[in-house]
């Protein structure tokens, strides 16, 4: 099995087979620190929706009609051919992305785990049987599928990203349509078709749509997609949200983050340090639940400045693909560029860099920062680089009104040495999540993981929240003996 199969080239995945598009369009696939074209995706039009459409319409009701059981078969089906091509999944996540290859095992762990969670929760989605009002009526609230849901995802955990929202929703006995990003239009979409197709997933169930603007608004209009499942930037969901709530679709949206690490004065320094470098730099900072702020009490301030900048001083910086190093290349030229204008823009408002600041090519060197502004962009907007900003607080009370002065809601952690007096702090903070003592980048398959504010918008993804997500109820009532009204 090469990195690439050859039916995935310049193709569409669409009623059970991979195919060329209507028009023939194709998307380059990049390898992300030599910029050599490994893959060559199609490129989906509007008539390919319009089939892709058409053949999950007449296979969704079938399916949903399965036993529980035969759908987590399949499920079980794609986790084990996950397993068999780990090796191939390993090497395109790294060169579609850029990241070394412990996120590449870690995104096909947590992947094989979406699969499994997703198996047991075919025979999970109960309904109940309600009291009723009415004498011999017989009240239902039983769970259907959404029907047909649009995937829409981004390129920094293809594989993950999507089959958190593939797997379950196949579960529950819905059609999905993907459109994965055109930075990854493989490990986060035709490789993930050839799982399915190993399994043994019936046609029209599962299908992938590589493109961009074009194709994710179309699978956001079209009136037989039920339900949108967007992951990606504030900006693009805030208009998709617009446009949904005028044909009064359903949404799901997980967004970005400007997410706070806060360092209280009787944290474990290296413990700090090491949580403070890990939360803010892993993946080039290109992440959702990246640490985007430290907020440090000033006890422990100048050593931990001097502590995660030599740590970033000590980080090597390369090809992931091909040298054995701790951060790779920036996705693209235009993120690389926005983040470094971000960094500028903060030195010229009186922000000192201690380590780092620089770039050469693709890579941009871990990087710490103090004396920022609260005011700075670099401060108040995500920056997704591998740039830690520090401000410095007197007390737990600045701390949680610092780190709750952000239109965003993802994640916040907090390090202390005293259990209780994190808790008490984090409960004071404004996100989905909170983790006392840990990094701020966590996930779980069977955790309720998201945002509020403008990180996010409808439910949660992982466990039980999933059955929320991807079904509707419906009450069903049956009456016995004849009815009597009026007329
Ligand atoms: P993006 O918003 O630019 O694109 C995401 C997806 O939307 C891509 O597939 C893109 O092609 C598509 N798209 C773009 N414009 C569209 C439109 N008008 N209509 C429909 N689809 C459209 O995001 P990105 O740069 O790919 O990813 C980075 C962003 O994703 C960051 O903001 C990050 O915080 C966020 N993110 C959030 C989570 C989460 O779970 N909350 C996870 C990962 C990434």
Redesign the pocket.
Known sequence: MGTVDEAWQESLFTNGHFHRPSAGGTIPVRDKASAEIFAVAGLATEADVELAVAAARTAQPAWSERTYAERAAVLRGAAAALADRAKQFRDLIIRETGCIGGKADYEIGAAASELVEAAGLASRATGEVLPSGHAGRFSLSERVPVGLVGA??????PLV?GMRVIAPALALGNAVLL?????TPVSGGLAIAALFEDAGLPAGLFQVLPG??EV??R??THPDIAMIH????????R??AQTAGGLLKKVSL????NNALIILDDADLDQAAMIGAWSSFHYQGQ??ITAGRHIVQRGIADAYAAALAARADAISVGNTFTEDVGLGPMINSVQLERAAGMLAEAVSEGAAVIAGGTTDGPYFRPTVVREISRSSRLWTD?I?APVAPILVVEDDDEAVAVANDTEYG?VNSVLTGDTYRGIRLARRLRAGMVHVNDATPQDEALAP???IGQ??LGGRSGGDSNIEEFTERRWLTVTEGPAHYPY
Do not use: H, M
Request: proline share 7%; hydrophobic share 35%.
């Open positions: 829409i995802t981004p390129w920094n955990f990203l459109k994965p990003s055109p930075e961009d603007v994710g608004q699978l956001v967007f992951t990606g930037s504030t900006k693009v969901g208009q998709i997980e967004l970005g983050g992440t959702c995500e997704f993802l993981f998201g945002g990180s996010g």
